[in-house]
Each structure stands twice: as C-alpha cells, then as structure tokens.
C-alpha cells in the first residue's frame, strides 16, 4: 500500500526549482534532505512524470506524492514551544537548548511545529518550516515560514542581510568595551560586532562579560568561532573553548535575542525578541535588555 499526497502548485511570479519549492509542502517532508531522499527514489511525479532534483516548477502544476507505507511517519512529535508571534504567513517560537532545528533524527523543532502553530489559511499553506537555523545548543528565537511563498521571501531576507540579528553571550575574560571582529570562516569573510553590557567578577573564571552580538553575516558557528578568535570564548563552549575554562553540564551561554525585518507581505516592521534565559540572570541579575 502507498500513502498518496497530491498539491496544486499555485501562480508563480517566477520558475523555481521542485528541490527548492517543495520543501514543506507535503506534512511527511518538512527539510531539504527528506525531499531529496524522495526524489532519489523516484516518489515524486510532477504533471504524471518522475520528478528529479532538476526539475523546475512554473507554477500550476500537480505535483503528486507516492509514499511506500513503511516509509511513512506514524508518531508525531510531543513537543511544547512557546509561539512568540504568529499570523498567516509565519511564526516566530523560542528554541529550547538541546535539540537540532532540523535534520534526519526525530526530536527536531522542524517536527514540532505542525503540533504548536495554527494551520495557514491561505492557498498556498505549508508544512511550517524553519528558515534559518540556531545550534543544538542554543537558545533563543527562530523565525518559520508557513507558506511557500513565505519561506521564499524569508529565505531572501536572510540572503540580502535585510534581517538584523542580536544574540546574547556570556564571555569569558577582560574584553575591550566594544568591538568588531572579521576573519574568514570555510573561505568566506564573516563579521560580527559586539558591545559588553556588564562585566561580574568570578573565582574560576576571574571575569564574566554580558556582551551583545551583532552578526553581519551567517557563517556556521560563526559568533562562536569570532569570540575564540579574540581569546574570549563563550561560557559552556565545550568545542571553542580553552580547556583550563571549559564549563561542563551547564549548556552555551548563548542566546538569539532578537530579529527585526519588515514582514514581506503586510510591510509591517517587526522587533521580536526571545528574553533572555534564566540562567543569565543567575548571573547578571540587575540587567534589563
């Protein structure tokens, strides 16, 4: 027996690929990776043809699922978020620390959205997706698009840098007040600007730093690679860390904080935050971000 999921590709302003544009729109495929699995294996028909990773989509096509039924997702997720925002056309949620925004395991916050968000209304509604990524461990917002059209423009955003960023960190030794740090992370340049909110003295660590991010670009591990860089490594970092300093048990001190864009559809600008963990506070507890 097969599990047979059909969408009816709306009006597209312009031809995209099927590996791009069918992210999300099955409830069985919510990544990238799992629409390519599919399309290897020749689940896919688009207009009745065997679909490929090379196959465009202009826009009115059926584009027909055929999933084996041992290939099919019978549990569902139990996963509580906190939604920060929400409409038609996205969501923003708080990430918890300790679990991957998305990949090939189960526990993924890509697998829990479905089960914390309200169905889109309009034509072209989606499986929710995230649209940018935070490491396993850390904490903060992350923003969804819940439409195709909507992962594209986000997607975009993201891609001319139109999404402005802030991240907190705890940071280990006496830093300079303010700074700007640019190297070269897997042969591409990246940037960060950071600003030291409070400093508290420890025993083990003889200083600790509230310092505010900016990153410029979105490099892989980027602001954590940067803080190393300029020997002041997060707290808890157990990867870019010094290991006379390395924090175990207690997570990374780092927290996406906030993003601030213009929504592409309604033209409202957007601050949204995700306040900051109680473990901060621990630390800084006379602090108001």
């Given at each position: 027996m097969?599990?047979?999921?059909?969408?009816?590709?709306?009006?597209?302003n312009?031809?995209?690929?099927?590996?791009e544009?069918?992210?999300?729109?099955?409830?069985?495929?919510?990544?990238?990776?799992?629409?390519?699995?599919?399309?290897?294996?020749?689940?896919?028909?688009?207009?009745?043809?065997?679909?490929?990773?090379?196959?465009?989509?202009?826009?009115?096509?059926?584009?027909v699922?055929?999933?084996?039924e041992?290939?099919?997702?019978?549990?569902?997720?139990?996963?509580?978020?906190?939604?920060?925002?929400?409409?038609?056309?996205l969501?923003?949620?708080?990430?918890p620390?300790?679990?991957?925004?998305?990949?090939?395991?189960?526990?993924?916050?890509?697998?829990?959205?479905?089960?914390?968000?309200?169905?889109?209304?309009?034509?072209?509604?989606?499986?929710?997706?995230?649209?940018?990524?935070?490491?396993?461990?850390?904490?903060?917002?992350?923003?969804?698009?819940?439409?195709?059209?909507?992962?594209?423009?986000?997607?975009?955003?993201?891609?001319?840098?139109?999404?402005?960023?802030?991240?907190?960190?705890?940071?280990?030794?006496?830093?300079?007040?303010?700074?700007?740090?640019?190297?070269?992370?897997?042969?591409?340049?990246?940037?960060?600007?950071?600003?030291?909110c409070?400093?508290?003295i420890?025993?083990?660590?003889?200083?600790?730093?509230?310092?505010?991010?900016?990153?410029?670009?979105?490099?892989?591990?980027q602001?954590?690679?940067?803080?190393?860089?300029?020997?002041?490594?997060?707290?808890?970092?157990?990867t870019?860390?010094?290991?006379?300093?390395?924090?175990?048990?207690k997570?990374?001190?780092?927290?996406?904080?906030s993003?601030?864009?213009?929504?592409p559809?309604?033209?409202?600008h957007?601050?949204?935050?995700s306040?900051?963990?109680?473990?901060?506070?621990?630390?800084?507890?006379?602090?108001?971000?």
């Amino acid at each position: 027996m097969k599990t047979t999921q059909t969408h009816i590709v709306p009006s597209l302003n312009q031809t995209i690929r099927l590996q791009e544009y069918g992210v999300g729109i099955f409830d069985t495929i919510a990544t990238k990776s799992a629409l390519k699995k599919v399309l290897k294996k020749q689940f896919i028909t688009v207009n009745g043809s065997i679909a490929s990773t090379s196959t465009f989509i202009k826009g009115g096509e059926t584009i027909v699922l055929n999933l084996p039924e041992n290939n099919t997702i019978n549990n569902k997720l139990k996963l509580k978020l906190d939604v920060l925002f929400e409409d038609n056309y996205l969501a923003v949620i708080h990430k918890p620390a300790g679990i991957l925004v998305s990949g090939n395991t189960f526990k993924t916050i890509a697998n829990a959205l479905s089960q914390n968000l309200k169905p889109s209304t309009l034509d072209d509604a989606t499986q929710p997706q995230p649209v940018h990524r935070l490491d396993y461990a850390t904490t903060g917002i992350l923003l969804i698009g819940k439409t195709s059209s909507s992962i594209r423009a986000l997607n975009n955003l993201f891609k001319t840098r139109a999404i402005i960023k802030s991240y907190y960190a705890i940071t280990i030794g006496n830093m300079s007040n303010n700074g700007s740090i640019t190297t070269n992370i897997d042969d591409k340049t990246s940037h960060s600007d950071y600003q030291v909110c409070q400093t508290v003295i420890s025993k083990r660590f003889e200083t600790l730093n509230l310092v505010k991010l900016n990153p410029k670009t979105g490099r892989r591990h980027q602001l954590r690679k940067h803080l190393f860089s300029i020997g002041h490594p997060i707290l808890g970092d157990q990867t870019y860390g010094f290991e006379s300093l390395i924090l175990k048990g207690k997570g990374l001190y780092l927290h996406a904080y906030s993003l601030a864009f213009t929504h592409p559809f309604t033209n409202t600008h957007l601050v949204l935050t995700s306040q900051l963990p109680k473990r901060f506070t621990k630390i800084f507890p006379d602090f108001k971000a």
